[in-house]
């Protein structure tokens, strides 16, 4: 290769690899890990050849390129959380080896290793102070990761507190489970969520979530696998700092072997690619370290990687096989998943005869037909995948497949929406859909059916006891008493909370209803809009999509869902079940942002989006996505970026946390203020200078310094205990205005 040769193949691969680390770090793996290090490896042997065409931006300089993410404070690691180099051979293990060697006998040093697997996950720094958990960061580029203790909290096999009270920096891999993420996945299916890539991206985006009530339901875990710093100074080797960290608490890496010699490395190796299926969680190769750390302190380290460690790494093992068949399966949600039946063939110690092929996109990219031999392997040694077709054996004898134009279960359409990739049932009764359909019937937003979980659910399907959603409603006592074991209470109350709901409003029956792109937002508002279920069946699609609320893909699925017969005879059954179907109208409604349109931007840390979204809509508001003449506040928390320039440019009020609280909270002195909400409120921790409660008896039982022994008696009369609960300190710290509001609370209570 000439030097002009070089240049253009180095400005050729510094471009992907970047794009292809940012994807990576964006939990959106676009290439196999082993492309990825085959590309890194060209990379580096070219600037090898020419070191004067090595620039400080190539990614072979840097640390790791992982961007800080909004939302999360910058941590500056006390120390570096360097990546490992890369070999691909035995040839280069043995290289390692030989230098190893060298320096050992240069330093008068024992040379040992130990050999561990290197687990396919998230690298973290975790900080302990006497013992108990203080901070955990991410390792971001290596110098600087992100602060996600909160989160890393969340993670059952984290320590909060040591079992000896030291100080000490370690690193760990959070990942998730084999077990634990096909889990993950199925559930994503089922909610028409897209199925993580694997279980590193499934890992990263679930601990860098800025919402930790997220996190914690993700199956997240961890291995510790190194000592970063301690006090400590009597650990002299790292298998010895290993079962140290064991001893006082840690979940260490259960893959370490320590080795005498390059034979018994090399011997490690081989036993951990052999053993790799069987492990509970996927591994992207074996590491091998000096086990030494007088040693390695000697041998030291370049700017990114120790100089006293290697990552052994495993190729992607592939295979030949036929497409027998292609079937479509309907997901509970209606998604209609094409699937390829394979000649068995075993993958990497599994038996593998059928894979999906994600959707109509992915089977025309491929060009994947039916009698085609194809090669495949396991992404990310977990989930099998068509890699590519083998054109040149094809005989003419195979067939081109199409996606159904009706659903392959109930014959309902099956409809492609613009800008999407998957084909769905629309139909709202298809026995496919019908445990996610009641699922979605009878959840909190929708007609708040209490009782019904999951498991339930699955049971009442299972004994054929509901064919359809509209079945609910014709459940008996005898039909659920034997569902638990407390039956005949749990049979009553689960009736008494299905007769409840045929209560409910018109906006939670057309949520119920599960239309596509219809939530409780536009639900409300076509509600407010047609008043009854029929005027909005009658709906024209024209009209719908004049609305201001509905766009037109929206305005099609609500068309063409009223379209099916399976819908209208779904609401006719809700309807003979005596379920409500028009608006109710509200009286004495606190309207005081009807009208105002807010846009919610930043990390906030009093409210979620949604709860925040919740308040304004409660009081007449409405939220949108972006800013604009017609807005009126935006709601801005911590790094919030455009939107709130674009807000300051247009003049447009933002309002801080503090002040929504302010705007939701504050009441006149007309006494609008009921015991419950200044409770909850109260509790909440939000300062309400100037509450009182006319026509209540009052509150602050405990406040003995202020109120008279009459007033404490008719207090006790109070069916709300929750002012007992209070004491007077507290209410003094959370009222700097105290002796103002017991002057006007005494005054309206001897009126």
Not at 30 to 38: A, E, K, L, M, R
Not at 80 to 91: G, H, I, T
Not at 556 to 562: G, K
Request: aromatic letters at 8%.
């Amino acid at each position: 290769m000439t030097l002009q040769e070089a240049k253009e193949r180095i400005n050729e691969l510094k471009p992907k690899i970047e794009y292809y680390t940012i994807k990576y770090y964006e939990d959106e793996q676009v290439i196999s890990d082993f492309d990825f290090d085959t590309l890194m490896k060209e990379l580096k042997q070219i600037e090898e050849e020419y070191p004067q065409l090595i620039t400080t931006d190539s990614p072979t300089q840097k640390v790791g390129t992982s961007p800080i993410k909004k939302g999360f404070k910058k941590v500056t690691h006390k120390v570096p959380l360097q990546s490992l180099q890369d070999v691909f051979s035995f040839e280069e293990v043995r290289e390692f080896d030989t230098r190893m060697q060298k320096l050992a006998e240069e330093y008068n040093l024992p040379l040992e290793y130990v050999v561990e697997t290197k687990i396919d996950g998230l690298s973290t720094a975790l900080e302990y102070k006497n013992g108990i958990f203080v901070q955990g960061a991410t390792r971001g580029n290596g110098l600087v990761g992100e602060d996600v203790t909160d989160n890393l909290k969340t993670v059952r096999s984290i320590p909060h507190k040591l079992k000896e009270p030291i100080n000490i920096i370690v690193r760990g891999e959070i990942f998730i489970g084999k077990k634990e993420f096909d889990e993950l996945n199925e559930a994503r299916m089922a909610d028409e969520e897209e199925r993580f890539a694997n279980a590193r991206n499934a890992a990263a985006g679930s601990l860098r979530q800025l919402d930790s009530k997220i996190t914690a339901q993700r199956p997240l875990d961890i291995y510790i696998f190194n000592i970063q710093e301690t006090e400590d100074k009597t650990i002299t080797t790292h298998y010895q700092g290993l079962e140290y960290l064991e001893k006082i608490g840690f979940n260490v890496n259960p893959v370490k072997i320590l080795c005498k010699n390059i034979n018994e490395v090399i011997k490690a190796i081989e036993k951990i690619g052999k053993d790799r299926e069987s492990l509970t969680f996927g591994i992207d190769g074996a590491v091998v370290k000096v086990n030494n750390l007088e040693l390695r302190e000697k041998i030291g380290t370049t700017y990114k990687t120790p100089k006293w460690a290697v990552a052994y790494k495993y190729p992607p093992e592939k295979k030949e096989t036929r497409v027998k068949d292609i079937i479509c399966q309907v997901g509970r949600t209606g998604a209609i998943t094409p699937m390829a039946i394979l000649d068995t063939v075993n993958v990497a110690g599994s038996n593998i005869s059928k894979t999906t092929l994600h959707n109509e996109d992915f089977i025309k990219e491929k060009d994947i037909r039916i009698g085609d031999t194809v090669i495949i392997q396991k992404a990310g040694d977990v989930i099998p995948e068509i890699v590519e077709v083998v054109k040149s054996r094809r005989t003419g004898e195979e067939k081109q497949f199409e996606m159904p134009k009706t659903c392959p279960v109930c014959g309902a359409n099956a409809v492609r929406e613009e800008g999407e990739a998957v084909i769905r049932c629309i139909g709202v009764e298809c026995p496919a859909k019908l445990y996610r359909g009641i699922l979605h019937f009878v959840s909190k937003d929708a007609m708040d059916i209490k009782g019904l979980g999951d498991a339930i659910i699955d049971e009442l399907i299972s004994r054929k006891l509901i064919e359809n959603i509209a079945d609910l409603y014709k459940l008996t006592l005898e039909d659920l008493k034997s569902l638990k074991k407390d039956g005949k209470k749990f049979a009553q109350n689960l009736i008494d909370s299905i007769e409840e709901s045929k209560t409910r409003d018109l906006y939670r029956v057309i949520t119920s209803l599960g239309i596509r792109h219809v939530g409780v937002k536009l639900a409300k508002s076509l509600a407010k809009e047609y008043t009854t279920m029929d005027n909005l069946i009658d709906a024209e699609l024209e009209e719908l999509k004049q609305k201001q609320d509905v766009g037109l893909i929206t305005a099609e699925s609500i068309y063409n869902f009223f379209k099916q017969e399976q819908s209208i005879d779904l609401i006719n059954r809700l309807k003979q079940a005596g379920v409500n179907m028009q608006l109710k109208q509200e009286h004495g409604t606190d309207n005081r942002f009807d009208g105002k349109i807010f846009v919610l931007t930043g990390a906030l840390e009093k409210f979620s989006r949604e709860e925040a979204s919740e308040v304004i809509e409660k009081f007449g508001g409405k939220t949108s996505s972006s800013v604009s003449k017609k807005t009126d506040y935006v709601l801005a928390g911590e790094d919030a970026g455009s939107k709130l320039k674009k807000a300051k440019e247009l003049g447009i009020t933002i309002l801080t946390e503090e002040e929504l609280n302010k705007k939701e909270m504050r009441r006149d002195m007309e006494g609008k203020y009921t015991f419950k909400e200044f409770y909850e409120n109260l509790e909440n921790g939000y300062q309400i200078y100037y509450t009182y409660v006319r026509n209540r008896y009052l509150i602050f039982k405990t406040a003995e310094n202020c109120y008279t022994q009459k007033l404490l008696s008719k207090a006790e009369k109070n069916p709300q205990p929750a002012h007992a609960m209070l004491t007077f300190k507290r209410v003094k710290e959370m009222f700097p205005h105290m002796e103002e509001i017991e002057y006007k609370v005494m005054n309206t209570w001897h009126k």
